[in-house]
């Protein structure tokens, strides 16, 4: 196990023990919320940035998954970031961008966290160590239960290789921006070098393109956006959030409806 110059590295049981430790005595500070579904209930946007080339990765995989499948009929929205500073470490990850690397850069300036893998971000507040399940359940169960200040609805329609994404907005928009994730539901990968050599490895919500939308005092609009050819409504999905430009706090994030018929221009 290698540690990276860019202080990225792959946790192992001591520095997961030493998270866990610390996190007992560190309060989950979540905003006030209020879901666009359910009034007074919350959102999770859980980010995890993950690698094939860590040997640590795969438990916060799994767990991940796990919460995924238990979460289906909560507003609990899974993000899979593989980041690309593994990929010269003896094994390239196919799902691997540099633009998510940058993604998890910006969190370490925001939270004053160090980067590394596995590692997620809740609402854009908490961070821990990816494979922490008693820190990770519970900053979920707390953003659940607070408020939110912006909504988002979001429908996208297929046309060849472009989506085009209607959104509307509500609630608080100032200084912030609308990312939007295309993400596969699931793939396995055999790694057949590197710290996983011999594995194979099941992945879940990982996020293929993250497009950034600026907005402004307009409450409504439409991105286009292209997508993989292997694009499916059965085994991907749309995920939408605001976030607020200075700060990476997530102020609310839902899933596309995903319509075969035409979605008129807003």
């Given at each position: 196990?290698?540690?990276?110059?860019?202080?990225?590295?792959?946790?192992?049981?001591?520095?997961?023990?030493?998270?866990?430790?610390?996190?007992?005595?560190?309060?989950?500070?979540?905003?006030?919320?209020?879901?666009?579904?359910?009034?007074?209930?919350?959102?999770?946007?859980?980010?995890?940035?993950?690698?094939?080339?860590?040997?640590?990765?795969?438990?916060?995989?799994?767990?991940?998954?796990?919460?995924?499948?238990?979460?289906?009929?909560?507003p609990v929205y899974i993000l899979a970031y593989h980041v690309d500073y593994w990929n010269n470490l003896g094994w390239k990850d196919v799902f691997s961008?540099?633009?998510?690397?940058?993604?998890?850069?910006?969190?370490?300036?925001?939270?004053?966290?160090?980067?590394?893998?596995?590692?997620?971000?809740?609402?854009?507040?908490?961070?821990?160590?990816?494979?922490?399940?008693?820190?990770?359940?519970?900053?979920?169960?707390?953003?659940?239960?607070?408020?939110?200040?912006?909504?988002?609805?979001?429908?996208?329609?297929?046309?060849?290789?472009?989506?085009?994404?209607?959104?509307?907005?509500?609630?608080?928009?100032?200084?912030?921006?609308?990312?939007?994730?295309?993400?596969?539901?699931?793939?396995?990968?055999?790694?057949?070098?590197?710290?996983?050599?011999?594995?194979?490895?099941?992945?879940?919500?990982?996020?293929?393109?993250?497009?950034?939308v600026a907005l402004s005092e307009v409450k409504t609009g439409q991105t286009i956006i292209s997508v993989p050819k292997e694009f499916n409504q059965q085994?991907?999905?749309?995920?939408?959030?605001?976030?607020?430009?200075?700060?990476?706090?997530?102020?609310?994030?839902?899933?596309?409806?995903?319509?075969?018929?035409?979605?008129?221009?807003?």
């Amino acid at each position: 196990m290698k540690t990276l110059k860019i202080f990225s590295f792959c946790v192992g049981t001591v520095a997961l023990a030493l998270a866990t430790a610390a996190y007992a005595n560190r309060k989950i500070n979540a905003p006030k919320t209020e879901n666009n579904t359910t009034p007074g209930k919350g959102f999770a946007l859980v980010e995890l940035f993950t690698s094939e080339g860590c040997s640590s990765c795969p438990p916060a995989d799994e767990l991940l998954t796990r919460i995924q499948k238990e979460s289906q009929e909560k507003p609990v929205y899974i993000l899979a970031y593989h980041v690309d500073y593994w990929n010269n470490l003896g094994w390239k990850d196919v799902f691997s961008n540099a633009m998510f690397s940058k993604r998890q850069k910006e969190y370490s300036y925001h939270l004053n966290a160090q980067v590394y893998t596995p590692q997620v971000i809740v609402n854009g507040k908490t961070e821990m160590v990816g494979s922490d399940e008693p820190a990770l359940r519970e900053a979920i169960s707390n953003a659940l239960t607070t408020a939110q200040t912006a909504q988002v609805s979001l429908k996208a329609q297929q046309t060849g290789d472009k989506l085009a994404v209607n959104y509307e907005l509500s609630g608080n928009t100032d200084n912030q921006q609308l990312l939007i994730a295309i993400v596969q539901k699931t793939a396995i990968s055999k790694v057949a070098r590197g710290e996983n050599e011999g594995r194979t490895l099941l992945h879940t919500q990982i996020v293929r393109d993250l497009k950034t939308v600026a907005l402004s005092e307009v409450k409504t609009g439409q991105t286009i956006i292209s997508v993989p050819k292997e694009f499916n409504q059965q085994e991907w999905e749309v995920v939408g959030f605001i976030q607020n430009k200075d700060s990476g706090e997530v102020l609310t994030a839902t899933k596309a409806v995903l319509t075969s018929e035409a979605v008129a221009k807003i």
